[in-house]
């Protein structure tokens, strides 16, 4: 049996607030300790649903003009609810009629012997040139699981930076061309 964890008040008022696996990381204790926890008390589950997401102008104006996927990302607003609420609006779809005749991925052969911020640039064109947005070390670590300060150090010039090995840079390049090639297929 594992270790019990001390309970408090403030803590409890955490449970059902957000997943429990992130109420869990922010007082330190297992998802499980969590879970049961919340479960004897008789607190349901967080949900997303029916919880009002906050449009700001530029969501709204976005709708229609990026794929709903990048409105998501860029606004951390589940890509269901963009969906509602552009389909409430009467705002069709992004279409992007140009997306076919876009450059893709440069060759690997190619990509992998650029300097690190010629590589990261040919992936942020890559990225753009199917969202419309810049690609952020966000969209990078969303994509890959590694952290903003991983590409800080990656992609920062100067004494700081650190070597990106080419495995990592093969990661990279080919997690940006899928998610770019797939959300292509989506739309």
């Not at 990048?70 to 009629?97: H, N, W």
């Not at 992998?112 to 969209?139: A, C, I, M, N």
Request: charge should be positive.
């Amino acid at each position: 049996m594992g270790k019990r964890y001390g309970w408090t008040e403030k803590c409890e008022a955490l449970l059902g607030s957000a997943p429990d696996h992130i109420v869990a990381d922010k007082i330190g204790a297992t998802k499980a300790q969590v879970k049961f926890r919340r479960r004897t008390l008789g607190i349901p589950a967080f949900s997303s649903r029916g919880k009002k997401n906050n449009w700001s102008s530029g969501a709204i104006a976005a709708l229609g003009k990026l794929p709903d996927s990048a409105i998501s990302r860029r606004y951390g607003i589940p890509e269901a609810s963009v969906q509602r609420k552009r389909t409430e609006l009467s705002i069709p779809a992004f279409r992007d009629v140009k997306s076919s005749l876009k450059p893709r991925c440069m060759p690997w052969e190619d990509a992998k012997h650029l300097p690190q911020p010629e590589f990261f640039k040919e992936l942020s064109r890559v990225w753009e040139s199917k969202f419309g947005l810049p690609l952020t070390y966000k969209d990078l670590s969303e994509l890959t699981y590694w952290s903003v300060s991983r590409f800080q150090k990656w992609f920062t010039s100067g004494s700081a930076q650190q070597k990106l090995q080419l495995p990592v840079r093969h990661h990279l390049y080919v997690s940006v061309a899928l998610e770019t090639n797939a959300s292509r297929s989506d739309e």
